[in-house]
């Protein structure tokens, strides 16, 4: 397959330059990339890498503010830095195609699908408007979405995430590219629908023999799809091996690490027994509603001193909002709360500050839940001086505590602003302001997922060293079962608001499972190259879209 | 559709409840004018028995709640009373008026509309060269001058110096509509310069603003031309503010005139309210006053209709 005459795409020493601070800044320091016709090269690395961004650079394109400052870019004998931007765009959509990680943000919502897939093929001449549908429904069919010849007529918002993601790899077929660069395209998805696109995607490109960049942050993902792995660090190329050989044999130390982080463990905790053991949470039959919609139905569960309970399910399955009802935010309609075995009120509004104090949030988007213009010793500080009373020079040395705590020097941090802080850091912060309160029971909301997995582990290795230091009960709510595995006590599956399975880890680990669960379970990618593949044999091709799609 | 039409509804209900609020704060704001009207009315040599007499007849020894009632029950039936200057009915002295103004309004808003929104698409496209610059330069530098004076020098340029159209657009009843338009195209040219640059900054911002979105990007990608990104990707997701700016121009068009109308001697409404004020015609004022609450209220209704219409995710419901 290598043969020198099959190279589709060559980059040379490709060095790519942002605009941050009034000046100039490479950010990609000379990468060397080589492809072949019909080769799947994957590129992992954690964020600011420059994974999209070399993506990006192998159409000839560079964001607003980033620009191609050096090397060679040839793709099928044609040097795209020097061509000018009108055969550049000729290129796009045409021989080289991209699907971008959020399907739902990339499509337009003005605009029907298939008007948007048939955009590159009429505007190219390739087909006319009519042959253009009839191709894109039979893609669509290809990819296995359900009502072909109709779901193109829908707008963006009236079609499921899953969905999307397959029709904009349909899209990125329509005029039949050489070559697909894949950014991060089931990031945003869950588990069992993540299966489904990994599937459609890996089925088309071979059916096709296209070459595909495929950019991810998942080894696990980038194992299933792609025939050779780059690893990226900052700008820089780590190495690049074929995927068996890089799975099973990584040379440099930072990939080591990088196939590392899935092994932190903490020992699992059982619930204490006795007539004394009281939940410091629990949960009684408790339904929720959004309006008209029922979003939780009888949902119970307990939640004892020092312990983690997971809460996993798929997007949209109830667990935030149960997080939401045991807060106070959002009244259930039906069941009640109990905290230490004293019955709350409903409402946040109606509970003491003592009954607020105890129950404490972190959320998944630490950039969005603090506020940027406030400096970190007030944004700690706050809850500090709300529920603890603590003034002046007390209260300052609680901050530097606190901060103490969570592994940021005080003398550094103190009075700095959230924006200056990296991902991990203002999680860190996230958590300091939830421990500033003294709370007994913290509501972990997807915590790590928006991390890159070094970060992520970091932070479940402070939350661990926390919850040993001050006995705190943690509610985990996650769809990611890697991380439930290394450090939940005990695990609560949701699925469409109601409790499917619930039990100490180990037991829920161990089949027999509900179905739900199994699925859940079985749908977390594994290193081992051929587990896609044994897995759509063990499920049998044809109803993994509609598992998902339920 | 239903559900559009509930949510039209709606807001028609709550532009109604804005307004009748407003009709509170017009006629008790009146009220607090100092000094009795019978008294303006009747000069300073009239004898306290015939003021007396008048404020009787006018019904000014009614509580200001009944009396304000008894209004609101003539306005609804287009009933404003009378003038209290000219004993003519006060809706036969709007009516002409406003609908004078409204001509000049539509014929000002016709030019203004388009190439407002055509320019801020071609700036848009043209973004940071020397082109939007100079767009930007003269459209601020129209912005920031008062009416008034590009009235005047308007008049100076194309009708004193040229003698391309009258510099008074009065206005007479046995006129063509194309003497009719020559002889307002001054006020209303006056009009377009205000108005334009404020929609069509809007224009340019709203597009603009949408230019970093992923379905952006995703079109580059797709090799679409970039004219093509900004007006068949762009435009129609930034309509909810642009409808917005055009139905706040719009309005002002109709209630922020009077400086225009005085430059030009329009006959239309602003000058009405200006001499009903100078002559404590309260009446009149009142009058004025309610329709230009109206109008705002019935645009601003009809831009959030816009908006909802131009919204697909509205349009198409799951």
Known sequence: MSSKKDVLLKITDLRIEGFSDEEWIEIVHGVDLTLHKGEVLGLIGESGAGKSTIGLAAMGFARDGCRISGGSIEFDGMELTTTPESDLRALRGSRIAYVAQSAAASFNPAHRIIDQHTEAPIQYRIQKRMEAQEDAMQLYERLRLPNPDEIGFRYPHQVSGGQLQRAMTAMAMACRPDLIIFDEPTTALDVTTQIEVLAAIRDIVDQFNTAAIYITHDLAVVAQMADTIKVLLKGEEVEEAPTEEMLDNPKEEYTKSLWAVRSFKRPQKRRPTGPDATPIVSVQGIDAAYGPTKVLDDVSFDIYPGMTVAVVGESGSGKSTTARCITGLLPPTKGQILFNGEVMPPKYQDRTKEQLRQAQMIYQMADTALNPKIRISEIIGRPAQFYGGLKGAKLKSRVDELLDLIELEPSKFYSRYPPELSGGQKQRVGIARALAANPSFIICDEVTSALDQLVAEGILKLLDRLQQEFNLAYMFITHDLATVRSIADEVVVIQRGKVVEQGPKDEMFTPPHHPYTDLLLSSVPEMDPNWLTTLLEERGVDDIGEAADV | ?318
């Open chain 2, 1 to 318: 559709m239903g559900d559009i039409l509930r949510l039209v509804l709606k807001r028609l209900g709550l532009g109604l409840l804005t307004l009748f609020v407003v009709s509170i704060l017009i006629f008790f704001a009146v009220e607090l004018l100092p000094g009795d009207i019978a008294q303006a009315v009747l000069g300073q040599s009239a004898t306290p028995e015939t003021v007396a007499a008048l404020r009787e007849q006018m019904g000014l020894n009614q509580p200001a709640v009944l009396r304000y009632l008894h209004w609101l029950a003539g306005a609804l039936t287009g009933d404003f009373g009378v003038s209290l200057v000219s004993g003519e009915r006060v809706t036969a002295a709007i009516t002409g008026r406003f609908i004078n103004t409204l001509f000049l309004a539509t014929y000002a808003a016709v030019i203004a509309v388009p190439i407002s929104i055509i320019l801020g698409v071609i700036v848009a496209l043209l973004r940071n060269t020397l082109f939007d610059r100079v767009a930007n330069v003269l459209t601020l530098t129209s912005i920031s001058s008062p009416e008034f004076f590009l009235g005047y020098i308007l008049i100076l340029y194309l009708a004193v110096k040229s003698n391309y159209f009258p510099a008074i657009a009065s206005l007479s009843g046995d006129m063509t509509f194309a003497e009719l338009l020559q002889r307002t195209f001054l006020p209303a040219l006056t009009l377009v310069l205000v108005v334009t640059a404020h929609m069509m900054r809007m224009t340019r911002a709203a597009i603009i603003n949408l230019l970093a979105s992923p379905y952006i990007e995703m079109a580059r990608l797709k090799g679409v031309p970039p004219w093509r990104v900004i007006v068949k990707h762009a435009l129609p997701n930034a309509w909810a503010p642009i409808i917005n700016v055009v139905a706040l121009n719009l309005a002002y068009l109709i209630t922020g005139v009077v400086l225009v109308e005085v430059v030009f001697v329009y006959p239309g409404i602003g000058q009405l309210l200006v001499d009903a004020v100078a002559k404590r015609d309260f009446p009149i004022v009142q009058a004025c006053c309610l329709i230009f609450a109206a109008t705002f209220i019935l645009l601003n209704l009809a831009a959030d209709v816009g908006a909802i219409l131009t919204n697909p995710r509205l349009r198409h419901p799951k």
